[in-house]
């Protein structure tokens, strides 16, 4: 009918559309106002769209929408913010209805945390707890606390939010919301969110904290006396959070982990974390924060928290492990795609603790067992999270190698050398030494990182393959990389080896990380570092000049040597043959000159790296016969599939 009339139809805001519009709304109206910054942004969309043109929709937004001689301009924190160019906005409400259906309406502003611009979104970690994850947290603690919780426990979440993690509570009067904004507060109040909730503006982890770590509430004078009152007299507690999960570095640099979640610079730097000076990498977790304050503040809480799941397993949290005295109650993993703005693929578990930081006895976090849902919060199964003695973790398993004196180019990948100009690693060699590993971290996260150089590591986490401990350096290659990462065994840990290992074991392992393409090791001539002009030399290729038909000498035939005597499994020997083949090929012809400089091919002791590449060049320019890398693949792949189950077989990590 409209259409018929020749009415304008106009796109409705709804949940589905909100950060569309939201963006949209940005580039043609928010763009255009004078001096705004870029965190308010949110507050005076909302007071558009929740504006019919005559009324606002809801009273006591943070923003207001006014009519100043005809033209539209906002009220925001008593100052008055105008319209450099009116087009935008007339554009932009000729294609949007407002306001939105009356239905959507306290939904939408409940969204406030993921219009947040993302820098300032991912400095404060204010993620959005997805409802249907929500209501899975309440099914938890009714089945953990029992079905009189929201009865019997005073809850206390002091990083609310908009406050959605408390929607689904039926008892309002027990709940105390704090939030390090105070906007949040403001969005609460209009959408009458929790209304019989007590809520309050409070910085958790700076406010009330003394010069010595005490607990003072007169300092700030904003916890409610009802809540003090509480603490003070030990009542049931439930501290119920999603808290940041921003990281930082202790020195300033920034780090990002894995799992793509990123680290900020500057966001660990609370008066919790001075207070931590002895819980070393826990203290740039400002959710450890978070909890390190509860154990000081609330000893015997029941603790019900969304986080990473760092603090159980990771063996760099072992020192506040050691600390932290609680026991599991029950919790579940659920994917992190299920959130808004998180990036990579990891699991957020939600999990259960009973505190009791005034008892003497320690109570060890050993394994935890949880259940498992999927992006869209469906159960599939369980997962068990060990944590084991940093004694049994795969990464103590070979002795380092000592640097000597003899100088080595550091290297950021199999012939490029490294562009820092800070901390660099990598530049001294060692006795016997034929190569080095990339080997950071202890867990799959870091898995994907595994590498071997012909020269040495430009950053921390490396360490020296030699002649004596080769047979170890393949196992640990092979293990970290053959078993592919998922989102639920990001966490999980490589073990040292708890059954015998057998020789076919071992060449396995060797033939597997010589044609892996994460071997990187290479021979180049003249590459250039710190005023100097460098060689680097091959130690990893398992044939003779005369099986590969090369046109000259190479300078080591250590691997030839190493593999004389071992008797290799079927599954071995075909990736041998397989790769003979491939290295063949690669010496049938002569590579043009732009291959011959991006690869470094000045030496005839050329690497799996090299050879690999420069077929595949070779295949894309059309000016060579083709080179097929297919059976080399599925040989490749036969032996990849036979290694994988005696990763769990031999103990290296745990199902």
């Known amino acids: 009918n409209a259409i018929k009339k020749g009415d304008i139809i106009r796109t409705p805001i709804t949940p589905d559309n909100l950060k569309q519009v939201f963006d949209k709304w940005v580039a043609m109206i928010g763009n255009e106002i ?33 009519h100043k001689d005809g033209s539209p301009v906002f009220f925001l924190n008593g100052k008055v913010y105008k319209l450099g160019n009116k087009e935008g906005y007339r554009q932009f409400w000729a294609i949007y209805h407002k306001p939105p259906k009356a239905e959507y309406r306290n939904y939408l502003l409940e969204r406030r945390d993921s219009l947040i611009p993302i820098d300032e979104r991912s400095f404060k970690g204010a993620y959005y707890t997805p409802l249907n994850v929500v209501d899975k947290s309440y099914d938890k603690l009714a089945e953990t606390l029992g079905n009189n919780w929201q009865k019997n426990y005073i809850v206390w979440d002091m990083c609310c939010g908009v406050g959605n993690l408390e929607v689904k509570h039926s008892n309002p009067r027990n709940i ?35 010069d010595f770590g005490n607990i003072d509430y007169s300092l700030a004078e904003k916890v409610p006396q009802g809540l003090r009152q509480a603490i003070a007299e030990g009542k049931k507690i439930l501290v119920l959070i ?17 799992d793509s979640s ?84 990891f699991p957020i578990g939600f999990l259960i603790w009973k505190t009791d930081l005034l008892t003497s006895s320690r ?40 640097a000597n004196d003899e100088d080595a180019i550091p290297l950021k990948n199999a012939v490029s050398p490294t562009t820092s100009v800070k901390d660099v690693r990598g530049t001294k060699w060692a006795d016997g030494a034929i190569a080095s590993m990339i080997c950071p971290g202890n867990d799959l996260q870091h898995s ?14 490396g360490f020296f ?76 290729i398992p044939f003779t000049e005369e099986e590969v038909g090369a046109n000259d000498r190479f300078e080591s035939d250590f691997m030839v040597q190493y593999l004389k005597d071992k ?47 420069a077929l595949k060049k070779r295949n894309e320019s059309g000016d060579f016969v083709p080179v097929s890398f297919k059976p080399f693949e599925e040989a490749y792949k036969t032996l990849t599939e036979k290694l994988q189950p005696m990763v769990y077989e031999l103990g290296f990590l745990k199902v």
């Open 34 to 66: 004078e001096g705004v910054k870029d965190e308010e942004y949110a507050l005076l969309f909302f007071a558009d769209i929740m504006h019919d043109g005559t009324v606002s929709t809801h009273d006591n937004l943070p923003a207001e929408l006014l």
């Open 176 to 210: 105390y919301m704090s939030t390090l904004d105070n906007a949040d507060v403001d969005v609460m109040k209009a959408t009458k969110t929790c209304v019989a909730a007590t809520r309050f503006q409070y910085d958790y982890l700076n406010d009330d904290i003394d």
């Open 242 to 258: 999603n808290p940041p999960y921003a990281e930082a570095t202790n020195n300033d640099n920034l780090v990002v982990s894995q």
């Open 262 to 345: 990123e680290s900020k610079k500057g966001v660990s730097k609370t008066r919790v974390a001075k207070l931590m000076d002895k819980q070393g990498y826990a203290a740039r977790e400002l959710f450890v924060q978070f909890l390190v304050r509860i154990a000081k503040e609330i000893p015997t809480a029941t603790i019900a928290i969304f986080s990473k799941l760092k603090y159980v397993n990771a063996p760099n949290f072992d020192i506040f492990r050691k600390d932290w005295h609680a026991k599991y109650l029950g919790g579940f993993v659920v994917h992190s795609k299920s959130f808004d703005g998180l990036k990579g693929n």
């Open 363 to 402: 109570i060890d976090i050993t394994e935890i067992n949880t259940e498992v849902l999927d992006k869209n919060a469906k159960p599939i199964g369980e997962k068990l999270f060990s944590n084991l003695p940093n004694v049994q973790l795969l990464s103590n398993w070979i002795k380092r190698t000592r």
């Open 448 to 461: 994907n990182l595994t590498a071997l150089l012909s020269s040495g590591y430009c950053s921390a986490g």
């Open 465 to 540: 393959v030699t002649d004596k401990n080769l047979w170890q350096s393949a196992i640990v290659f092979t293990v970290r990389r053959v078993i592919k990462q998922t989102w639920l065994n990001d966490r999980d840990q490589f073990l040292i080896p708890t059954e015998p290992l057998t020789d076919a074991f071992k060449n396995d392992c060797l033939l597997w990380m010589l044609f892996n393409g994460s071997n990187l090791t290479a021979s180049a001539n003249d590459l250039e570092w710190n005023d100097r002009k460098w060689n680097i030399v091959n130690h990893f």
């Open 567 to 613: 008797k290799l499994s079927k599954e071995a020997n075909a990736v041998l043959a397989a790769g003979k083949k491939l290295w063949q090929a690669y010496f049938a012809y002569t590579d043009v000159r732009a291959v011959r400089d991006e690869l470094k091919l000045n030496r005839p002791d050329v690497g799996w790296y090299q050879v690999r590449n």
